[in-house]
């Protein structure tokens, strides 16, 4: 079994850096025709907001890296402490990658940035590989988030964290998974997900293999490949009145219908519990531009985060 390293991070300055006019610049051109490159444009904003992220605030943080939470290689965590406090609310962030790839260290900075900043705001938070297709087929990569909730009650003496404060926070793919584990009781099971709520950011939450969708083939991957199943393996169609509380956000560019899909959450989610939950619609981001720029002076969806942790529902 690999042994976790741990570390306390003093890199980075203590004011988080704006985004640069030239990278506002490229966020701009691309947005409209992001759906024309999708590989590329996320590319050069994984490069871009990467070397951003090298000057932006990570001291006063402790980082355990490499920590198995199961069997599998790809069941493996990091886990970022803030400096001082118990009884602290916990994020646990699963990254993206179309179902079939993905790493939660897409880059040195990128997606370690989502937990830099939760630490730095008292909140634990823990970034998570899971297994992927066509290794494994739904809903196997939703018992990977289930799991890792798992680990972090089993370790929430150890981390300082408050077991009945755990949030769950799933980007593109993988808020599919989170929003599966979240909503889906053949997943989570008779007990509920244990978790104080969910925070949906950019989610195929809706499995499809349309024509536009140019991850369908990867979906399909996932999901399989007769559609007369779609529905009833979607997280939208699994919400219920007993459904944690959720946040929903997306970017005003997206992949193909993942706008239309995080609206179809929302709205499904306001019908079964009565009320309607946060939404979040981030003007000038695209897909991944709206994780990668937490951690940077930029606050819109982070301190949406934060209202929600405080008080999600």
């Known amino acids: 079994m690999t042994q976790p390293a741990r570390s306390a991070d003093a890199g980075g300055g203590g ?52 920590v198995n939470y199961g069997p599998h290689p790809r069941h493996e965590l990091d886990v970022y402490l803030p400096s001082a406090g118990d009884l602290r609310p916990a994020l646990v962030f699963i990254h993206g990658g179309a179902f079939t790839e993905g790493h ?72 599919a998974h989170v929003a599966s584990f979240a909503y889906d009781g053949r997943v989570h099971g008779p007990d509920g997900p244990g978790i104080a709520g969910a925070i949906i950011v950019s989610g195929r939450v809706r499995a499809d293999n349309l024509l536009v969708n140019p991850n369908a083939r990867k979906v399909e991957a996932y999901y399989g490949a007769d559609v007369s199943r779609f529905d009833e393996l979607s997280p939208v169609g699994m919400v219920t009145a007993e459904s944690p509380p959720t946040l929903v956000a997306w970017a005003e560019y997206e992949n193909p219908l993942l706008d239309v899909y995080s609206l179809e959450l929302a709205y499904r989610l306001a019908a079964a519990r009565g009320r309607a939950g946060p939404v979040l619609r981030l003007a000038g981001h695209n897909h991944t531009s709206i994780i990668a720029h937490i951690n940077l002076a930029e606050d819109r969806l982070v301190s949406a985060i934060r209202a929600f942790i405080e008080r999600p529902d």
Not at 25 to 54: C, K, N, T, Y
Not at 114 to 120: C, D, G, I, Q, T
Not at 147 to 172: P, Q
């Open 104 to 175: 939660r260290n897409r880059s040195p900075e990128i997606y370690a940035n989502v937990l830099y900043y939760m630490a730095r705001h008292g909140v634990v938070g823990i970034n998570a590989n899971y297994r992927l297709a066509p290794d494994v087929q739904h809903p196997e990569s939703a018992y990977d988030v289930g799991s890792v909730v798992a680990w972090v009650r089993s370790n929430a003496a150890r981390l300082g964290v408050d077991a009945s404060r755990i949030f769950v926070l799933g980007h593109s793919a993988g808020a």
């Open 15 to 66: 004011v988080p850096p704006e985004i640069p006019d030239a990278l506002r610049l490229l966020m701009a051109r691309i947005g409209p025709v992001w759906a024309d490159d999708i590989r590329g444009h996320i590319a050069a904003m994984v490069e871009g907001f990467s070397a951003v992220h090298q000057s932006a605030p990570k001291q006063g943080v402790t980082v355990e890296r490499n």
